[in-house]
């Protein structure tokens, strides 16, 4: 009941902080979305998690998503897949999400659509923008979005929906809200997924749609994950 308690307090903190953050931006808090990322929290914690109305969470790794969701998952319960992706994990993504938010390569978008064929399921998919155009870190560059959008679309037949990004850690996040807010604009798409624990505000103002929350919600993350 206690573990309840925080989880709903920190729930209640997190709606109010988007409530008042939309009204200063003027924006309507229906159009953002909590995802509760569950990477290295227990499984006690999702549960307390759902009791308390929580229904949209993200999955960074596909064996957690397997080996969690199909325990307790119901048709309320909404799924976004929200880490790197291999190839060889599509048929299991599009087979237990309702959206991915890293599609980030060609060879992954056909690998992906291949794999809706086979399972006869469409989902939604966001593209992953490396907005710093930083090495180490996978998407796209925004320079190259617009043409990867059409290629998704045309030759593969996905459902591209939005973008998602993950501003560089020593950087303003602002600017690339900022970026992402224009690249999404000019292609006509319809989520931002930008924005977590500690900058979802930013995002908010710059009209993040979904907004990534773990230790905000959950507190701190185990040293490694456990199931």
Same mark, same amino acid.
């Given at each position: 009941?206690?573990?309840?308690?925080?989880?709903?307090?920190?729930?209640e903190l997190i709606l109010k902080e988007i409530n008042d953050t939309c009204? +200063?931006?003027?924006k309507d808090p229906k159009n953002v979305k909590v995802i509760a990322i569950c990477k290295r929290q227990p499984f006690f +914690?999702?549960? /307390?998690?759902?009791?308390? %109305?929580?229904?949209?969470?993200?999955?960074?790794?596909?064996?957690?998503? +397997?080996?969690?969701?199909?325990k307790i998952k119901s048709e309320k319960i909404k799924l976004s897949f929200v880490g790197p992706l291999q190839t060889n994990k599509s048929e299991d993504a599009v087979k237990y999400f309702d959206d991915i938010q890293s599609l980030d390569r060609l060879k992954l978008a056909k690998s992906l659509s291949n794999a809706q064929a086979k399972l006869k399921k469409k989902i939604k998919f966001m593209i992953q923008?490396?907005?710093?155009?930083?090495? /180490?870190k996978s998407g796209i560059k925004p320079t190259e979005v617009d043409d990867f959008i059409k290629l998704c679309s045309s030759n593969y037949g996905l459902n591209i929906c939005g973008l998602m990004c993950i501003p560089p850690a020593n950087e303003n996040p602002a600017l690339h809200f900022a970026l992402m807010h224009e690249l999404n604009k000019r292609n006509n798409l319809r989520y931002l997924s930008m924005g977590m624990s500690n900058d979802y505000k930013t995002?908010?103002?710059?009209?993040?749609?979904?907004?990534?929350? %773990?230790?905000?919600?959950? %507190?701190?993350?185990?040293?490694k994950e456990e199931i």
């Open positions: 009941m206690l573990m309840e308690n925080f989880i709903y307090s920190n729930y009204l +200063k931006a003027n +914690k999702i549960k /307390q998690s759902i009791k308390v %109305g929580i229904t949209n969470f993200g999955e960074n790794r596909i064996q957690d998503a +397997k080996n969690r969701w199909s923008v490396n907005t710093g155009n930083e090495p /180490q995002a908010i103002e710059f009209g993040a749609t979904h907004i990534r929350i %773990g230790s905000k919600l959950f %507190g701190d993350r185990l040293e």
